[in-house]
T-cell receptor, first 113, second 115 residues
C-alpha cells in the first residue's frame, strides 16, 4: 500500500519556468491538500479539494493553481516560478468525516534559481 | 483565522529523560488537535491526537493534554529514545463551518535525544 505518492522528489527550476507537481493517493480518500513547508513556519495550506470536482484556496494560494484530475490525483501547478516559491511541497489526503487524520506524502523539494 | 504558536523551537534531552512541547491556539472554536512527527526526508506522520471533549490522552510513551480554557495543549514523551529524534508539529482544526478540513500547524520543534 503506497499511500500518498508525490513526483518528482527533487526539482530545480529557473525563474519564470512552469512546472506541475503530481500527487496520487490509493486510499480512496475524498479530500486532498497541498502544503508548503518553509523553515520556522511549519506547514501552510496552499489549496485543498474537499471532494472530487471541488477546489478551494488555503492560506497561501497566490502563484499556484490546482487540478483535481479524479478522485486519486491532485496536481499543483506553478505557472511562472519565483525564488520565493523555493520550498518543500507536501500533498496529503484524508477521508471526509469528523477527526479523520491527514496522510502525507514524502514531499517534493523545489529550488527556483 | 486560527493561529498556532509552538515552543520550544529546539529541544535537546538525554536518553531516558522526558520531553514536553507546548502549543497555544487562538480560535476557541478549534476542536481537534493532532500531533505529527516528521523524520528527515519524510512527510509528517500522525502520532497522537486529541478532541476538545477530552483533557488527556495516552499512547504508550506519548501523551497529550489539552486545556481549553487557556487554549493550550502539550505533547509529553517519556523515557525518550534516540529514535524519537525528529521534528514535531502540533496543529489545530475547526471541524465544521468554512474551516472544515483545514489544519493550522505550529512552527515545529526539533527534538534531539542524545544516547
Amino acid at each position: 500500500n503506497a499511500g500518498v505518492t508525490q513526483t518528482p522528489k527533487f526539482q530545480v527550476l529557473k525563474t519564470g519556468q512552469s512546472m506541475t507537481l503530481q500527487c496520487a493517493q490509493d486510499m480512496n480518500h475524498n479530500s486532498m491538500y497541498w502544503y508548503r513547508q518553509d523553515p520556522g513556519m511549519g506547514l501552510r495550506l496552499i489549496y485543498y479539494s474537499a471532494s472530487e470536482g471541488t477546489t478551494d484556496k488555503g492560506e497561501v494560494p497566490n502563484g499556484y493553481n490546482v487540478s483535481r484530475l479524479n478522485k486519486r490525483e491532485f496536481s499543483l501547478r506553478l505557472e511562472s516560478a519565483a525564488p520565493s516559491q523555493t520550498s518543500v511541497y507536501f500533498c496529503a489526503s484524508n477521508e471526509v468525516g469528523a477527526y479523520q487524520p491527514q496522510h502525507f506524502g514524502d514531499g517534493t523539494r523545489l529550488s527556483i534559481l | 483565522g486560527e493561529n498556532v504558536e509552538q515552543h520550544p523551537s529546539t529541544l535537546s534531552v538525554q536518553e531516558g529523560d522526558s520531553a514536553v512541547i507546548k502549543c497555544t491556539y487562538s480560535d476557541s472554536a478549534s476542536n481537534y488537535f493532532p500531533w505529527y512527527k516528521q523524520e528527515l526526508g519524510k512527510g509528517p506522520q500522525l502520532i497522537i491526537d486529541i478532541r476538545s471533549n477530552v483533557g488527556e490522552k495516552k499512547d504508550q510513551r506519548i501523551a497529550v493534554t489539552l486545556n481549553k480554557t487557556a487554549k493550550h495543549f502539550s505533547l509529553h514523551i517519556t523515557e525518550t529514545q534516540p529514535e524519537d529524534s525528529a521534528v514535531y508539529f502540533c496543529a489545530a482544526i475547526h471541524k465544521g463551518g468554512t474551516s472544515y478540513g483545514k489544519l493550522t500547524f505550529g512552527q515545529g520543534t526539533i527534538l534531539t535525544v542524545h544516547p
